[in-house]
């Protein structure tokens, strides 16, 4: 019995591993923005992106990656972090190469890819309430 108990939550926990990782990853870098402010927006600029999108992706960063760990509207927040990591992959990383390059944010994109298609599993911060059914 107790071995079924284990073997059935073994993949509820690999999700809250890649949950607690992506999180605590975007978290780190959501709120370095917000710390660097000033050389976010400079940076973004000489991207040529607005400095609406330092707001827009330094919120996705810190919110969705705390939702995450939490394992609240993980979909939604997968999905806005994985349009984030497309958009550093292809502005940014591309043309650097794979190693060295864009690994990492790849590895993020699929990482969050993973946690859209496959939710938040069992174990999460409010498993009653409306975020309980994660409908998105």
């Known amino acids: 019995m ?3 108990i284990f073997v059935r939550s073994m993949p509820d926990f690999g999700l809250l591993l890649l949950r607690l990782g992506l999180g605590s990853i975007f978290v780190a870098h959501g709120w370095a923005k917000w710390q660097n402010f000033e050389a976010t927006t400079a940076f973004f600029a000489s991207l040529g992106l607005p400095q609406s999108f330092v707001y827009l992706v330094a919120a996705t960063e810190l919110l969705g990656g705390l939702t995450i760990i939490g394992g609240m509207l993980t979909r939604l927040a997968s999905f806005g972090l994985a349009i984030i990591m497309v958009v550093a992959i292809v502005q940014v990383k591309f043309s650097l ?3 060295g390059g864009y690994e990492f944010e ?3 994109l699929l990482v969050a890819l993973a946690l859209v298609l496959l939710g938040p599993g069992h174990f999460k911060f409010l498993r009653f309430g ?3 059914s994660e409908p998105l």
């Open 97 to 99: 190469g794979f190693v």
């Open 106 to 108: 790849l590895l993020l």
């Open 130 to 132: 409306p975020w309980s």
């Open 2 to 4: 107790l071995k079924q």
